[in-house]
């Protein structure tokens, strides 16, 4: 055997050994046709959602479809199980499957991923996109799961900062302060600055027949999953987030003769269980009541409290603590802010807190500082004023925030003993919205989170307070005042109040937004219910996330 051919010989054994090698380290993969739910005119989605994702999760040289016709011939059907899709696998023989479902809903459109790895692990996906972003969708959720399972890199073209990393991105929804030049944006990966405003970010609703006053977010039954209470005119009603949906659990009607002004929760008696606390009014006179969810049903703890109560964060540990006031017919409130205690087992006022004068239970909010805490009021005209812990005023904002429609009328002016005529023009004072403290991006300085109205009536009109959109801001205190960190976009509809709560139970917080539907000024009887909810990613600077996405394997 000459020498050349002897070589030709080993350069074709090496070349075969390590093609071998490669096609040893190449993962094989099935994917099984999509349960759909929904019209029957999208069950053609069934093969085209398996379609989209066998062929986007394909990587050359790391993980291969196995051929169709095998798996075709061993699932005409989506797996009705886990366990049935773990049969399926091994029949197979791939070593990864992934099966699903998707809900169509209107325009929009819910998936269900779920890979299951021949080894027994498995990484589920879920996510909610328009049926027309279908693609995309798909897409960034096959970059995921080959993120989790092969560490596949990002692909080119993902936004970059100094010296190539990666950096936050905002969401449409989401309009930044930008203070320094290329800051980084702390919130949702996902959040692009520039795009449609219909993000995976951002989880919205359904419809529902009510028109909401306010909203809280618990655990009500102590099952470590929280709940939604929203406040309307005259009831209380509770939901669960399931299924990308607000499920009803229970309702609570309330007399009509009782105006409700506000509603928060906290675990009163330490059961781990938080309670619903409505504060209300009976012909101007304080009449608030507290609530119990005991299975599918609320219960009445206390009722006919003659108190105006609220949930404040206290100073010097800024736990989250029942606070009230007395009622008082010609200036509403008794002066002075006061924990509430349970004595003889009913709510009653105790230690007075430090605030400015014209302080209620619903209008402050302690700021935390390094040295201490500042304190800022919503006045009578919905601006914020800041004071210092002595009580000096220090500052006052022009833009108006907070502003609600609930409004206790008053007269100032009136005799005690006088009654009002039926044309009796009333002074108003409008129970303000939240204002929310947080520290989202872990620095030295807490942000304030509240709303801002926008309208051209309620600018000429004082008693005109139906909105017909508004923002959330996030305000911070430079020194000097309240100046403005990020905003959201636009929000269309009346906002009835906000929470920063993990609303999906996946562990991380959102931006909740509770709004009334806007269908004009003549058709205010039509208005309807809907909830926005933002991811807040502060920790992740990598690939975009969406909304209720589980970032997790089990």
């Not at 993902?158 to 990666?166: I, T, V, Y």
């Not at 299924?243 to 002004?261: E, F, G, M, T, W």
């Amino acid at each position: 055997m000459t020498l050349f051919r002897r070589l030709v010989l080993l350069v074709a054994a090496v070349l075969c050994l390590s093609s071998t090698a490669l096609a040893a380290d190449v993962k094989t993969y099935a994917v099984a046709p999509f349960a759909i739910h929904g019209p029957e005119k999208y069950q053609y989605l069934s093969q085209g959602a398996q379609s989209m994702l066998e062929s986007r999760m394909n990587w050359p040289g790391h993980l291969a479809p196995v051929d169709k016709g095998k798996v075709t011939a061993r699932l005409a059907k989506a797996p009705a199980s886990e366990a049935e899709a773990r049969k399926a696998l091994a029949d197979i023989g791939a070593d990864f499957l992934a099966y699903g479902s998707l809900t169509v809903s209107g325009e929009q459109a819910s998936v269900d991923i779920t890979v299951l790895g021949r080894d027994g692990k498995k990484w589920p996906k879920n996510f909610t996109a328009k049926l027309a972003d279908l693609i995309p969708a798909m897409e960034r959720a096959a970059q995921s799961l080959n993120n989790e399972i092969f560490q596949r890199p990002a692909a080119p073209g993902a936004a970059q900062g100094a010296g190539g990393q990666s950096i936050n991105q905002m969401n449409p929804d989401f309009v930044v302060n930008q203070t320094s030049e290329n800051q980084k944006v702390y919130l949702n990966p996902s959040f692009r600055y520039a795009g449609p405003s219909d993000t995976p970010g951002v989880w919205r609703s359904q419809s529902m027949p009510i028109v909401s006053g306010g909203i809280a977010i618990d655990d009500l039954n102590g099952d470590g999953k929280n709940e939604v209470v929203i406040m309307t005119k005259d009831s209380i009603e509770t939901y669960v987030y399931k299924d990308r949906q607000l499920l009803p659990i229970a309702r609570y009607q309330v007399s009509p003769n009782l105006k409700l002004l506000k509603v928060s929760t906290l675990d009163i008696n330490g059961d781990g269980k938080a309670e619903i606390i409505v504060s209300a009014s009976y012909f101007k006179e304080p009449r608030s009541f507290i609530l119990s969810l005991e299975g599918n049903q609320i219960k009445e703890l206390y009722k006919d409290i003659k108190l105006y109560m609220n949930v404040a964060a206290v100073p010097p540990d800024f736990t989250r603590q029942l606070v009230g006031s007395k009622g008082e017919p010609k200036e509403l409130f008794v002066q002075g802010v006061h924990n509430v205690i349970f004595s003889g087992g009913q709510p009653a006022l105790s230690t007075r807190l430090n605030l400015p004068s014209k302080a209620n239970p619903f209008n402050f909010v302690y700021l935390p500082e390094k040295s201490g805490y500042k304190v800022v009021l919503n006045d009578d005209r919905d601006h914020l004023v800041v004071y210092t812990a002595k009580g000096e005023r220090v500052a006052a904002t022009e833009e108006e925030y907070c502003g609600s429609a609930i409004g206790l009328e008053f007269d100032p002016l009136m005799a005690p003993m006088e009654k009002p005529k039926t044309d009796h023009l009333w002074t108003y004072y409008y129970i303000p919205l939240p204002m929310i403290v947080a520290n989202l991006d872990k620095d030295d300085r807490s942000e304030l989170l509240v709303s801002k109205n926008i309208s051209l009536a309620a600018q000429f009109f004082e008693t005109f307070r139906t909105f017909s959109q508004g923002e959330i801001h996030s305000l911070y205190w430079d020194g000097v005042g309240m100046n403005l960190l990020w905003k959201t976009r636009r929000i269309k509809g009346t906002i009835t109040g906000y929470a920063l709560s993990d609303i999906d139970n996946d562990g991380q917080k959102e931006l909740v937004v509770c709004l009334n539907t806007w269908p004009g000024a003549v058709g205010v009887y039509a208005r309807r219910t809907i909830v926005l909810a933002y991811k807040l990613d502060t920790s992740s600077m990598g690939q975009p996330g969406e909304f209720g996405i589980d970032q997790g394997t089990e």
